[in-house]
């Protein structure tokens, strides 16, 4: 069955780093996620994208992220100048273009920032 | 804003006993999402319900969604310790594209 992969699984960065997290979407779909849980809580949204841009953003994702497709499988999402409270589980998902289809999440990428 | 809300938060059944999760929605929505997450793990999708009076089955669990009464639910059957772990209702807003928002999840434990 086609899955969303992410890498890498576990990061640790000082605070002040730059991150990049890495996901491959399932192939056939067009609509890209990332989602973030901090540890114990509810999951929240930070960004989706569709056909090379952004298409609606959270108020969670301030200048200090951004997103990218830099090739035909890649969409990756950057963290400039990571803060402490940036520490969280990041899950990317997609979906194909039609309305009402499953939103498929990848395994995530757990960032601890020290 | 949308407001999503579970209720429990917390569950503890016995095996073979039978239970409803509910999500409530603060606003209209057009579609409602289920997953399932165990700990440490991704999420995994349970059901997708487009449409009122939606009801959907899978093994053990079933959900239906009301949207008049912003209402979803997902009742487990005869519970098995495979159950266990924590679902989330997620809805996304009518004008807002493919947003999910997230409920605060209900964590199931089955004891034998």
Known sequence: EP???Q??????????????????PISNHLYFYW???????????????????ISEKSEIFDDQFSVERPDGSNFTLKIRST??????????ASSEPSSGNTIYFGEGSWLTVV | ELKVEQN???????????????????????RLYWYRQ????????????????AVKQEGRLMASLDTKARLSTLHITAAVHDLSATYF???????????????????LTVNP
Do not use: W
Request: charge should be negative.
């Open chain 1, 83 to 92: 803060k402490l409270e940036d520490s969280a589980m990041y899950f990317c």
């Open chain 2, 8 to 30: 429990p938060l917390f569950l503890s059944m016995q095996e073979g006993k039978n239970y409803t999760i509910y999500c409530n929605y603060s606003t209209t929505s057009d």
């Open chain 1, 7 to 24: 890498t890498p699984s576990h990061q640790v960065t000082q605070m002040g780093q730059e991150v990049i997290l890495r996901c491959v």
């Open chain 2, 89 to 107: 209702c997620a809805v996304v807003k009518e004008t807002s594209g493919s947003r999910l928002t997230f409920g605060e999840g209900t964590q």
């Open chain 1, 3 to 5: 899955e969303v992969t």
């Open chain 2, 38 to 53: 165990d700990p440490g793990k991704s999420l995994e999708s349970l059901f997708v319900l487009l449409s009122n009076g």
């Open chain 1, 35 to 53: 989602y973030r849980q901090i540890l114990g809580q509810k999951v929240e949204f930070l960004v989706s994208f569709y056909n090379n841009e």
